[in-house]
């Protein structure tokens, strides 16, 4: 559990497929969240709108514009974009039809983080080679 | 806990500074996650190595070259790259001379993680605009 893992990997995409999708969570063994990446081409979206048990999700928006279906209204997104959505929200995403979107979504349980960034980390005194002494 | 929440907010970048990072946890009132995002200019980087007492990271480099310090070896990082870190995993990243780089760091409670994607989210019935009965 508490020891180090640096598991890299490149992001696999045909770049023709009207969605791709990739889950992280297998790839890097995640034990907190799950990571995925989607990418809708122009026109292209989800088929269907769900909500989730427990998961609360972040997405992040790194390319292109979409809409996103959220309870019924339709909101505009883009990239440089970041959302939360709680379990019940009612969610579905679409590109624009003249760009293809691109977004990462990270699921976590809904109140499962005890600490935050700032009390969680600490200072170690080894050294990089470029710190200086 | 379990009621929708759609809050967008635009990145802030001063595109001038070293360094910039933006923490989402607060702006999204995130609960099982913190998400950051941070911007090495050419040749800067983090300034200490640090490790976590809970939290299991992924990295997800969106832009530019770099090198992960990871318990004692300097690993090249580029673009497209993800990796898990483990609490343990004694950490620090900065850019190559020659490039910005960009990067998003998800914290999550390590194994904390109760239902992965298929199982967590369940279909609606209702329709957005773009969906064909």
New interface residues.
């Given amino acids: ?11 696999q995409d045909d770049g023709a497929s009207a969605e791709s999708k990739v ?3 297998q ?10 990446r989607t990418k809708h081409l122009p026109g292209q ?12 999700e ?1 997405y ?1 928006v ?1 390319q292109g514009k979409g ?6 209204a ?2 505009p ?1 883009g990239e ?11 969610r ?1 995403i ?1 590109a624009v039809n003249d760009a293809t979107l691109v977004y ?1 979504c ?12 700032r ?6 005194p ?6 200086k002494e």
Same sequence: chains 1, 2.
């Fill in positions: 559990m508490a020891q180090q893992n640096g598991n890299l990997a490149m992001w889950f992280l969570g790839i890097l063994a995640l034990t907190g969240s799950e990571v995925s979206g989800s088929g269907f709108v769900h909500a989730h048990r427990r998961n609360e972040v992040i790194t809409w996103l279906y959220l309870d019924g339709e909101i997104i440089g974009n970041v959302f939360r959505i709680s379990c019940d929200g009612r579905a679409r990462y990270i699921q976590a349980d809904g109140g499962s983080l005890v600490q935050a960034t009390d969680d980390g600490y200072r170690l080894e050294r990089a080679t470029w710190m």
